[in-house]
T-cell receptor, first 112, second 113 residues
Framework: DVKVTQSSRYLVKRTGEKVFLECVQDMDHENMFWYRQDPGLGLRLIYFSYDVKMKEKGDIPEGYSVSREKKERFSLILESASTNQTSMYLC???????????FGPGTRLTVT | QKEVEQNSGPLSVPEGAIASLNCTYSDRGSQSFFWYRQYSGKSPELIMFIYSNGDKEDGRFTAQLNKASQYVSLLIRDSQPSDSATYLCAVNVVNTGGFKTIFGAGTRLFVKA
Protein backbone atom coordinates (compact mmCIF):
# COMPACT_ATOMS: atom_id res chain seq x y z
CA ASP A 1 0.00 0.00 0.00
CA VAL A 2 1.10 3.52 -0.77
CA LYS A 3 1.74 5.48 2.35
CA VAL A 4 1.98 9.25 2.57
CA THR A 5 2.63 10.62 6.03
CA GLN A 6 2.58 14.14 7.35
CA SER A 7 4.49 15.28 10.40
CA SER A 8 1.55 16.61 12.41
CA ARG A 9 -2.23 16.19 12.38
CA TYR A 10 -2.84 19.40 14.31
CA LEU A 11 -0.62 22.44 14.71
CA VAL A 12 -1.15 25.79 16.42
CA LYS A 13 1.26 28.61 15.65
CA ARG A 14 1.45 32.31 16.33
CA THR A 15 1.39 35.05 13.72
CA GLY A 16 4.88 35.71 12.38
CA GLU A 17 6.31 32.30 13.26
CA LYS A 18 8.13 30.22 10.68
CA VAL A 19 6.26 26.96 10.16
CA PHE A 20 7.52 23.71 8.63
CA LEU A 21 5.13 21.04 7.38
CA GLU A 22 6.77 17.77 6.42
CA CYS A 23 5.52 15.10 4.04
CA VAL A 24 7.07 11.71 3.38
CA GLN A 25 6.01 9.06 0.86
CA ASP A 26 7.34 5.52 0.72
CA MET A 27 6.55 4.51 -2.87
CA ASP A 28 9.34 6.21 -4.81
CA HIS A 29 6.89 8.58 -6.52
CA GLU A 30 8.41 11.30 -8.66
CA ASN A 31 5.65 13.88 -8.19
CA MET A 32 4.66 15.46 -4.91
CA PHE A 33 2.11 18.17 -4.18
CA TRP A 34 1.02 20.53 -1.43
CA TYR A 35 -2.61 21.67 -1.30
CA ARG A 36 -4.67 23.63 1.12
CA GLN A 37 -8.35 22.87 1.61
CA ASP A 38 -10.83 25.47 2.77
CA PRO A 39 -14.63 25.22 3.03
CA GLY A 40 -16.31 26.22 -0.21
CA LEU A 41 -13.01 26.54 -2.05
CA GLY A 42 -11.98 22.94 -2.36
CA LEU A 43 -8.39 21.86 -2.84
CA ARG A 44 -6.03 24.53 -4.11
CA LEU A 45 -2.52 23.74 -5.28
CA ILE A 46 0.25 25.63 -3.50
CA TYR A 47 3.41 24.04 -4.94
CA PHE A 48 4.42 20.82 -6.61
CA SER A 49 7.63 19.02 -7.40
CA TYR A 50 8.30 16.53 -10.19
CA ASP A 51 11.80 15.56 -9.10
CA VAL A 52 14.37 16.06 -6.40
CA LYS A 53 15.36 19.72 -6.02
CA MET A 54 12.71 20.71 -8.60
CA LYS A 55 9.72 22.82 -7.66
CA GLU A 56 6.93 24.60 -9.48
CA LYS A 57 4.44 27.17 -8.25
CA GLY A 58 0.84 26.17 -8.10
CA ASP A 59 -2.15 28.46 -8.02
CA ILE A 60 -1.58 30.08 -4.62
CA PRO A 61 2.17 30.10 -3.81
CA GLU A 62 2.28 33.49 -2.10
CA GLY A 63 3.52 33.26 1.46
CA TYR A 64 4.83 29.73 1.00
CA SER A 65 8.02 28.04 -0.08
CA VAL A 66 9.00 24.39 -0.48
CA SER A 67 12.00 22.16 -0.29
CA ARG A 68 12.68 18.76 -1.82
CA GLU A 69 16.17 17.56 -0.97
CA LYS A 70 15.27 13.85 -1.11
CA LYS A 71 12.84 12.05 -3.37
CA GLU A 72 10.65 10.83 -0.54
CA ARG A 73 10.35 14.11 1.36
CA PHE A 74 8.59 17.34 0.40
CA SER A 75 8.46 20.18 2.89
CA LEU A 76 6.16 23.19 2.93
CA ILE A 77 7.43 26.31 4.67
CA LEU A 78 5.40 29.27 5.84
CA GLU A 79 8.03 31.96 6.14
CA SER A 80 5.94 34.20 8.42
CA ALA A 81 2.63 32.65 9.35
CA SER A 82 -0.48 34.77 9.08
CA THR A 83 -4.04 34.16 10.24
CA ASN A 84 -5.26 33.74 6.64
CA GLN A 85 -3.03 30.68 6.40
CA THR A 86 -5.21 28.85 8.90
CA SER A 87 -6.34 25.85 6.89
CA MET A 88 -6.12 22.12 6.28
CA TYR A 89 -2.89 21.28 4.43
CA LEU A 90 -2.79 18.11 2.35
CA CYS A 91 0.25 16.52 0.80
CA UNK A 92 -0.05 14.12 -2.12
CA UNK A 93 2.24 12.03 -4.28
CA UNK A 94 1.84 10.53 -7.73
CA UNK A 95 3.95 8.22 -9.88
CA UNK A 96 5.32 9.77 -13.06
CA UNK A 97 3.10 7.89 -15.53
CA UNK A 98 -0.09 7.75 -13.51
CA UNK A 99 -2.93 10.13 -12.91
CA UNK A 100 -3.87 8.93 -9.44
CA UNK A 101 -2.76 11.03 -6.50
CA UNK A 102 -2.31 9.54 -3.04
CA PHE A 103 -3.02 11.86 -0.18
CA GLY A 104 -1.57 12.10 3.29
CA PRO A 105 -3.84 12.44 6.35
CA GLY A 106 -3.59 16.24 6.39
CA THR A 107 -2.36 18.83 8.87
CA ARG A 108 -4.88 21.22 10.36
CA LEU A 109 -2.93 24.41 10.99
CA THR A 110 -4.31 27.20 13.14
CA VAL A 111 -2.49 30.53 13.20
CA THR A 112 -3.47 32.80 16.08
CA GLN B 1 -16.38 31.12 -13.61
CA LYS B 2 -14.72 28.39 -11.58
CA GLU B 3 -12.81 25.85 -13.61
CA VAL B 4 -14.57 22.90 -11.97
CA GLU B 5 -18.00 23.46 -10.48
CA GLN B 6 -20.04 21.26 -8.20
CA ASN B 7 -23.19 21.81 -6.22
CA SER B 8 -22.03 22.00 -2.60
CA GLY B 9 -25.12 20.21 -1.32
CA PRO B 10 -25.85 18.68 0.98
CA LEU B 11 -27.52 16.04 -1.14
CA SER B 12 -29.69 13.80 0.99
CA VAL B 13 -30.96 10.43 -0.28
CA PRO B 14 -32.60 7.48 1.50
CA GLU B 15 -30.75 4.23 1.89
CA GLY B 16 -31.07 2.08 -1.21
CA ALA B 17 -31.72 4.99 -3.56
CA ILE B 18 -29.54 6.24 -6.41
CA ALA B 19 -27.39 9.25 -5.57
CA SER B 20 -26.49 11.46 -8.53
CA LEU B 21 -23.56 13.85 -8.24
CA ASN B 22 -22.79 16.34 -10.97
CA CYS B 23 -19.79 18.36 -12.09
CA THR B 24 -19.12 20.80 -14.93
CA TYR B 25 -15.75 22.02 -16.15
CA SER B 26 -14.66 24.96 -18.25
CA ASP B 27 -11.53 23.79 -20.12
CA ARG B 28 -12.52 22.01 -23.34
CA GLY B 29 -9.05 20.54 -23.58
CA SER B 30 -9.50 18.52 -20.39
CA GLN B 31 -8.44 14.95 -20.91
CA SER B 32 -9.21 12.96 -17.81
CA PHE B 33 -11.72 13.13 -15.02
CA PHE B 34 -11.77 11.79 -11.50
CA TRP B 35 -14.03 11.33 -8.53
CA TYR B 36 -12.51 11.36 -5.05
CA ARG B 37 -14.38 10.51 -1.86
CA GLN B 38 -13.49 12.34 1.35
CA TYR B 39 -14.89 11.27 4.69
CA SER B 40 -15.13 13.92 7.38
CA GLY B 41 -11.71 14.56 8.89
CA LYS B 42 -9.99 12.28 6.38
CA SER B 43 -8.04 12.81 3.18
CA PRO B 44 -9.45 12.26 -0.32
CA GLU B 45 -9.26 8.83 -1.95
CA LEU B 46 -9.76 8.07 -5.61
CA ILE B 47 -12.88 6.01 -6.38
CA MET B 48 -13.43 6.46 -10.13
CA PHE B 49 -11.72 7.85 -13.20
CA ILE B 50 -12.96 8.22 -16.77
CA TYR B 51 -11.26 9.34 -19.97
CA SER B 52 -13.79 8.65 -22.76
CA ASN B 53 -17.32 9.80 -23.43
CA GLY B 54 -19.97 7.49 -22.08
CA ASP B 55 -20.38 5.44 -18.95
CA LYS B 56 -17.89 3.55 -16.82
CA GLU B 57 -19.14 1.19 -14.16
CA ASP B 58 -17.32 -0.17 -11.11
CA GLY B 59 -19.51 -2.01 -8.65
CA ARG B 60 -22.19 0.34 -7.35
CA PHE B 61 -20.48 3.36 -8.93
CA THR B 62 -20.97 4.66 -12.47
CA ALA B 63 -19.09 7.62 -13.88
CA GLN B 64 -20.60 9.39 -16.88
CA LEU B 65 -18.75 11.77 -19.18
CA ASN B 66 -20.12 14.10 -21.85
CA LYS B 67 -17.28 16.16 -23.30
CA ALA B 68 -19.55 18.11 -25.66
CA SER B 69 -21.53 19.39 -22.68
CA GLN B 70 -18.41 19.54 -20.45
CA TYR B 71 -20.22 17.51 -17.86
CA VAL B 72 -19.19 14.58 -15.69
CA SER B 73 -21.35 12.80 -13.15
CA LEU B 74 -21.15 10.04 -10.57
CA LEU B 75 -24.04 7.71 -9.85
CA ILE B 76 -24.08 5.64 -6.69
CA ARG B 77 -26.61 2.81 -6.81
CA ASP B 78 -28.09 1.20 -3.69
CA SER B 79 -26.71 4.02 -1.55
CA GLN B 80 -25.54 3.05 1.92
CA PRO B 81 -25.04 5.19 5.04
CA SER B 82 -21.32 4.45 4.64
CA ASP B 83 -21.42 6.40 1.36
CA SER B 84 -22.06 9.60 3.34
CA ALA B 85 -19.05 11.76 2.52
CA THR B 86 -17.93 14.68 0.39
CA TYR B 87 -17.31 13.80 -3.25
CA LEU B 88 -14.70 15.81 -5.11
CA CYS B 89 -14.70 16.08 -8.87
CA ALA B 90 -11.22 16.58 -10.39
CA VAL B 91 -10.14 17.35 -13.93
CA ASN B 92 -6.71 17.17 -15.55
CA VAL B 93 -5.94 20.14 -17.77
CA VAL B 94 -2.93 20.54 -20.00
CA ASN B 95 -0.45 23.21 -19.02
CA THR B 96 3.19 24.00 -19.67
CA GLY B 97 5.28 21.05 -18.65
CA GLY B 98 2.48 18.52 -18.64
CA PHE B 99 -0.84 18.73 -16.89
CA LYS B 100 -2.32 19.83 -13.62
CA THR B 101 -5.29 18.61 -11.65
CA ILE B 102 -8.08 21.03 -10.79
CA PHE B 103 -10.45 20.05 -7.99
CA GLY B 104 -14.01 21.13 -7.45
CA ALA B 105 -15.13 22.25 -4.01
CA GLY B 106 -17.04 19.02 -3.46
CA THR B 107 -20.62 17.87 -2.90
CA ARG B 108 -21.65 16.59 0.52
CA LEU B 109 -23.78 13.47 0.38
CA PHE B 110 -25.93 12.18 3.24
CA VAL B 111 -27.50 8.74 2.99
CA LYS B 112 -30.29 8.34 5.51
CA ALA B 113 -30.80 4.91 7.05
Amino acid sequence: DVKVTQSSRYLVKRTGEKVFLECVQDMDHENMFWYRQDPGLGLRLIYFSYDVKMKEKGDIPEGYSVSREKKERFSLILESASTNQTSMYLCASRPRFSYEQYFGPGTRLTVT
Amino acid sequence: QKEVEQNSGPLSVPEGAIASLNCTYSDRGSQSFFWYRQYSGKSPELIMFIYSNGDKEDGRFTAQLNKASQYVSLLIRDSQPSDSATYLCAVNVVNTGGFKTIFGAGTRLFVKA
